[in-house]
């Protein structure tokens, strides 16, 4: 158990369509960081959330953009979807830098 | 930013050989955090090392910081299969993680 949930756990979608992933943190962390991972590379930054504020954004093109809620759950969006946007898509959560990022199992879109 | 470096790329061991993957910057690092990511699964927290030279052993897997705090190192003792993943290090700069391109491990029973 990542302690992490992400939702869904696949998806596929079509070219110039538009995706809503969501996120749960671990119970307790409160800041919360999306990433993207094309097979075989390391994961890339999108943004962070922390007290429903976008924190930092990594160079991510406006179509990606975010919101975390009260309960600190979040959720990432993608507009007008790219063959490129084919990725595994995993968030971060984390209280204490110190301790690391907990990350969830992602979820994986496909773009056709 | 600045992209850090890790070598190899990929290794092939026996089971009980050793292991080990290098992290480089070209920047001093506030710290780095190493993740171990098994195949078709999600990245995994090891450690984060922040002091100038400092070493952390967990088990088989001891972890450097270099004196300059622009290089690490993962060593692996005695491999085992259970070891079989990807292993990332990662800069933290603010809130984000920059990620290398990761050592992919395999090991023959």
């Known amino acids: 158990d990542a302690g992490v949930t992400q939702s869904p756990t696949h998806l596929i979608k079509t070219r110039g369509q538009q995706v809503t992933l969501r996120c749960s943190p671990k119970?307790?962390?409160?800041?919360v960081s999306w990433y993207q991972q094309a097979l075989g590379q390391g994961p890339q930054f999108i943004f962070q959330?922390?007290?429903?504020?976008?924190?930092q954004r990594g160079n991510f093109p406006d179509r990606f953009s975010g919101h975390q809620f009260p309960n600190y759950s979040s959720e990432l969006n993608v507009n007008a979807l790219l063959l490129g946007d084919s990725a595994l898509y995993l968030c971060?959560?984390?209280?204490?830098?110190?301790?690391?990022?907990?990350f969830g199992s992602g979820t994986r879109l496909t773009v056709v | 930013g600045q992209q850090v470096m890790q070598i190899p790329q990929y290794q092939h061991v026996q089971e009980g050989e050793d292991f080990t993957t290098y992290c480089n910057s070209s920047?001093?690092?506030?710290?780095i955090q190493w993740y171990k990511q098994r195949p078709g699964g999600h990245p995994v927290f090891l450690i984060q090392?922040?002091?100038?030279?400092e070493v952390k052993k967990q088990k088989r897997l001891t972890f450097q910081f270099g004196e300059a705090k622009k290089n690490s190192s993962l060593h692996i003792t005695a491999t085992q299969t259970t070891d079989v993943g990807t292993y990332f290090c990662?800069?933290?700069?603010?809130?984000?993680?920059?990620f290398g391109e990761g050592t992919q491990l395999t090991v023959n029973p």
């Open positions: 920047t001093t690092l506030s710290n």
């Open positions: 090392l922040v002091k100038s030279g």
């Open positions: 119970s307790g962390h409160d800041t």
């Open positions: 971060a959560s984390s209280l204490n830098r110190a301790w690391g990022y907990t």
């Open positions: 959330y922390y007290e429903e504020e976008e924190r």
């Open positions: 990662a800069k933290e700069e603010g809130s984000r993680l920059t």
